[in-house]
């Protein structure tokens, strides 16, 4: 018999130790640990959970501590509190690995049973290594017992970022390497996207809102925009960036994944992640395919070029390090899509994406078609706004509702207004971050958040067209620091639309 | 210039942070009228203008209304136009609107060029000068005309209402003001005649289409003589002076308030953000054709 009283209880979870490989590199300290030591000081994290740091770099636990220190005080989002990072700091260990030597799995191995002492904690891998280890390192776990089948005495499971593949056939290679050693339901394949606060908020909007429901389609909808925009450019990732592209970083993961949740159908149950991921698939199975020939209307490929953004001079994205000198690679890409099945088929949906770009914002936004003008035939009104519903998702979470209103005074006369929801100011808490949340939900065994295998199949499905013509495609060029090269607005044209205002 | 991002970050972060209702870029030196628009509701004002260097500063200007404190953001930059341009960019608040006011007599240059295509809508004064930029624009003076064209129609009512047949045939419009093309296009539209022919004569320019003539003159006093051909051909008069609109018809007189407004008040109104209307741009296009006549 399941547990009578489990429904509606805030589960926390089991008794966990979080592996984290790659713990001298940069998302550990910038992201994981953080994450982790806000979840510790909320409560979410069970009494008995430890982090055990692993990498090749020899480190002792105090120093790597000490090291972990430095990250929670510049990027936690609540600072640091003395107090609260000693009782934390205690359940940190680091432990020497190098991944390629099965010696030190073993000894690892140890480690964890030292640290796990009497108990049975489930053992959560978190791969924050370049995905060329993912493969050998599932593979040394497995060989040195550190991966059991699922129901067994403890859970073992392994969180992977992405990159997931370079494109369709070594996606599917680097799933097959996995599944070697681990099951497609122990792998969790982190989109940071998706532990956004407003990203899960599509859900409730759309489906605890009579109001929405009901118009979200293709008779009422006019067309869809997502933007992801950047004001970074590559950093110090110019190596990895140029042979990837905007497309591959970005569009094949964070943006098809917010699409496909903005677009799907009601699932069974909201606490069904299998159910959610299944509608997910369809949605991004009935993306309209573009042949070859078609790409050339649809999409708009572009670089940056030398600008300004903050007020400094930044260069071109050639002279970027570690970018070649005649790299033909994208920063920016701008198209457009259609799906095409009964909810949908007929409505544009446009997507831009794009680095050095004005400011940092992602923003999804609805545009519902218009009021019939006739009723304010002869008044001053000469055109009427569409209601548009924005989802903000970085860098304030929050959605907001156009509506026509008219201003106070004598006169009829219709001006757009906004309907405001912010999470600061509706909630008074700061949303907490997305690996936050992610992190929490692997400990749980809960894989609503986290992409299937088919998924990402399916989102190099779509691309694979594209990326065949990108050789006959233009590169165009823009400034760094503006909204993108002046193409991507023809291509809305046809339809008699513009991009939002970001 | 970190430190005005970090300070627009840290006023965006506080607990009573209202979300601006709009953005707002001025230009030019009327801080009055800046004054006055972030004082009535929060917008996130950005004032730019030209320089050799790059700068940005930004302040909280806070101002009780009642027992309400509204907030604006008030950012300045000053620098070379084009790098101006990309970091206003970066500071508009994201799904609000955009107005550009620009009160200067200039509306060529680098605010035209960089800045105004950033604009939903570009707020300024034809009073200042004769040019009017391209786009969507709400023209103070427009406004300001407002009033009299009003009273016009009234005029014309009074004309209606003694033979209901008059038609205005003639129009002389006398004033100082260099806006006056504007009023003589809003009548040219509103009675729909297009000039067929036209000629400069002393003071001004006189317009002429089937059965009707326009005058146009540069006088002291601003005055509008309607000349109505009916069963008994009329005059009727229109006088601005010393805040009052004054209209005679045949023997009859009728004086009104004419509200002289600010350009602080216009910026204040309603109308002054509202959207740009069609008949504006007709206006503006006969009132050019007729002082093409001048030349
Ligand atoms: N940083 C981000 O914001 C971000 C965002 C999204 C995805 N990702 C992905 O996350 C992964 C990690 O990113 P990162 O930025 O943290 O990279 P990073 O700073 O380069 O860190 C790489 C880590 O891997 C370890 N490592 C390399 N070879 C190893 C080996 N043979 N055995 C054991 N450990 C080894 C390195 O430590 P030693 O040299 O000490 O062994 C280091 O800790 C990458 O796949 C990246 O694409 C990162």
Redo the contacts with the bound molecule.
């Keep these: 018999m399941g547990n009578p009283f489990v429904e509606g209880r805030v589960l926390s979870p089991p008794s966990t130790i979080l592996v984290i490989?790659?713990?001298?590199?940069?998302?550990?300290g910038?992201?994981l640990v953080p994450g982790c030591y806000n979840l510790f000081k909320d409560g979410y994290l069970p009494e008995s959970f430890s982090i055990v740091g692993?990498?090749?770099?020899p480190l002792s636990d105090e120093a790597f501590r000490e090291k972990l220190k430095d990250g929670v005080t510049k990027y936690s989002r609540s600072g640091i509190d003395e107090e609260w990072w000693k009782q934390f700091s205690s359940r940190i260990f680091y432990q020497p690995?190098?991944?390629?030597k099965e010696a030190d799995f073993i000894a690892l191995r140890e480690r964890l049973q030292r640290i796990g002492g009497d108990t049975i904690p489930n053992y959560l891998y978190y791969l924050?290594?370049?995905?060329s280890?993912f493969g050998e390192i599932a593979g040394k776990l497995k060989g040195a017992d550190l991966i059991e089948t699922p129901g067994g005495v403890r859970e073992t499971r392994l969180i992977v970022?992405?990159?997931f593949g370079y494109d369709l056939e070594t996606a599917q290679n680097l799933a097959s390497s996995l599944y070697q050693s681990a099951k497609e339901e122990q792998l969790y394949r982190i989109d940071h996207y998706l532990g956004k606060e407003t990203v899960q908020n599509i859900l409730v909007f759309r489906f605890a809102n009579g109001l929405f429901e009901p118009i979200w389609n293709r008779k009422y909808v006019d067309h869809i925009q997502i933007s992801v925009a950047e004001d970074i450019g590559v950093e110090n990732r110019g190596d990895?960036f140029d042979k990837a592209g905007i497309v591959r970083d970005f569009v094949q993961n964070h943006v098809f994944q917010m699409l496909s949740l903005l677009c799907i159908e009601p699932p069974n149950s909201l606490s069904d992640a299998e159910g959610i991921r299944n509608e997910k698939v369809k949605v991004l199975k009935s993306i309209k395919r573009l042949t070859p020939g078609l790409v050339q209307k649809h999409i708009v490929r572009a670089q940056y070029g030398k600008g300004l953004i903050k007020g400094l001079d930044v260069p071109a994205y050639r002279d970027e390090k570690g970018v070649a000198k005649d790299s033909t690679t994208e920063t920016y890409i701008a198209m457009s899509l259609e799906i095409d099945n009964w909810r949908w088929s007929g409505v544009p949906i446009f997507l831009r994406v794009g680095k050095r770009l004005s400011k940092r914002i992602s923003e999804i936004s609805v545009h519902f078609k218009q009021a019939p003008l006739s009723l304010f035939r002869g008044r001053q009104v000469e055109s009427l706004e569409q209601n548009v519903l924005r989802i903000q998702v970085q860098p304030k979470e929050g959605i907001s509702l156009r509506v026509n209103s008219k201003p106070p005074g004598p006169r009829m006369r219709v001006e757009p207004v906004e309907m405001d929801f912010s999470y600061h100011s509706s909630f008074g808490i700061a949303s907490p971050e997305a690996y936050e949340r992610l992190l929490l939900d692997a400990m749980r065994g809960e894989a609503t958040l986290f992409t299937r295998q088919d998924e990402i199949e399916e989102a190099w499905k779509i691309l694979e067209p594209v990326f065949d013509s990108f050789e006959e495609l233009p590169l165009y060029f823009y400034e760094a620091g503006s909204w993108g090269p002046k193409e991507a607005a023809e291509l809305l044209k046809p339809y008699g639309v513009r991009w939002a205002r970001l | 210039m970190k430190e005005a991002l970090d300070k627009l970050a840290s006023i965006e972060g506080q607990e009573s942070w209202v979300l601006p209702t709009r953005n707002v870029i001025g230009f030019g030196s009327e801080e009055e009228v800046f004054d006055a628009l972030i004082s009535v509701r929060p917008i996130r004002f950005i004032k730019v203008s030209e320089g050799a260097e790059l700068s940005y500063s930004v302040v909280e200007r806070c101002h009780k209304i009642g027992t309400e404190v509204i907030c604006s953001e008030y950012v300045t930059i000053i620098g070379p136009w084009h790098k101006v341009s990309l970091s206003v960019r970066a500071l508009l608040f994201p799904g609000k609107k955009t107005w550009g006011i620009t009160l200067d007599k200039n509306i060529t240059g680098g605010f035209f060029d960089e800045i105004a295509p950033l604009c939903d809508t570009l707020i300024f004064d034809s009073e200042l000068t004769k040019d009017v930029p391209a786009g969507a624009v709400i023209d103070l003076n427009w406004m300001r005309l407002a009033p009299i064209r009003e009273e016009l129609r009234y005029l014309t009512d009074m004309a209606i209402s003694h033979d209901k047949n008059s038609k205005i045939i003639g129009v002389k419009v006398y004033d100082s003001a260099p806006s006056s093309w504007l009023m003589a296009g809003w009548i040219c539209n509103k009675l729909k005649v297009e000039p067929e022919s036209g000629k400069k004569v002393a003071n001004g320019v006189s317009v002429k289409s089937k059965e009707f003539t326009l005058d146009l003159v540069e006088s002291n006093d601003t005055r509008i003589l309607l000349e109505f051909k009916g069963k008994d051909a009329k005059i009727g008069q229109l006088t601005v002076g010393e805040g009052l609109i004054t209209l005679e018809y045949s023997h009859e007189a009728r004086k009104r308030v004419y509200l002289k407004r600010s350009r602080k008040e216009l910026c204040l109104e309603y109308d002054a953000f509202g959207a740009p209307t069609g008949s504006y741009n007709e206006s503006v296009k006969l009132g050019r054709e007729i002082l093409e006549y001048a030349s």
């Design positions: 490989f790659g713990a001298s590199g940069d998302l550990t910038r992201k692993v990498s090749r770099t690995l190098d991944a390629t924050a290594v370049s995905p280890l970022e992405k990159p990895y």
